[in-house]
């Protein structure tokens, strides 16, 4: 992920530039930072997610978004685009504009090879300070895993992991549980022509 070749842009001046462009960009330490496009499977597993918690929280007070929404972890923090977004209750924004949410209950994103780390790192460090975030999710699609992070008392997450496609992924802080089966409905994971060597293969 590269930043723009630029001076320091405020907050503001970002969401300036921002709702204007043509293509979307996180913001982070006074850089913008183009997002790239993801995959196939990468876009078929949001559909599926988004879907499905759509169709389980339909009769509840809670809205799911895809990552047309940008949600921002503090005024001077992180401001990007969860690849889904969930928040129960009135929804809060940034501004006037209802382009930027500062409330979610839970965030979800789908792992790339480009993403992981930072999905991981810097995106959770900053997720972990939006006060009314309960739940972090990470998805894979290289396997069928979902990762689920819960916000525990006195600060601490608990990491709860769910395999394989007879499971069902938890979402606590949403009162859900999806199939993996349907996250991952229709969708094929990459396979080399080679299976990988193992020691004993060498």
Known sequence: MAARPQHWLTPEEYLEIERAAEFRHEYYNGQMYLIPGGSLQHAVIIANLTAALHQALRSRPCLVANADLRTRTAAEGLYTYPDVSVVCGRPKFADRRTDTLVNPSLIVEVLSPSTERKDRGVKFAQYRTVESLQE??????????????????????????????????????????????????????????????HPADQ
């Open 136 to 197: 972090y999710a990470l998805v894979s699609q290289e396997e069928h895993r979902v990762e689920v992070f819960r916000r525990q008392e006195g600060g601490h997450w608990l990491l709860t992991e769910f395999v394989g496609l007879e499971a069902h992924a938890r979402f606590e802080s949403v009162d859900t549980s999806i199939p993996l089966a349907e996250i991952y409905l229709k969708v094929e994971f990459n396979k080399s022509e080679d299976p990988p060597l």
